[in-house]
């Protein structure tokens, strides 16, 4: 299996009502990122804007096979965090 790039998925105020609306197909909001570094210099306004608890991360890891996720969510001083992760 190839590496592929770095994704995020969340929902949005905007998403679900647009969702509920018929106005798109999936309430989800699915951003891909070149690099992991860059996913996680956006995280913090991600999860910001997020209606989730948590946002999944999926993400292939160097020198491994498979898909490895991270739920992320922010901490008591508003900083991105780990909260579960593993392989899919």
Excluded: C
């Excluded at 891909?32 to 608890?53: G, P």
């Amino acid at each position: 299996m190839a590496n592929f790039k770095p994704q995020v998925t969340y929902t949005t105020k905007d998403s679900l009502r647009e969702y509920r609306n018929n106005q798109i197909k999936s309430m989800y909001i699915v951003e891909q990122f070149k690099t992991y570094r860059e996913l996680k210099k956006a995280l913090t306004e991600i999860l910001e804007k997020s209606n989730d608890v948590y946002v999944s991360v999926v993400r292939s890891r160097r020198n491994e096979w498979g898909e490895w996720f991270e739920h992320w969510q922010l901490d008591s001083k508003r900083k991105p965090r780990i909260i579960k992760q593993g392989w899919n």
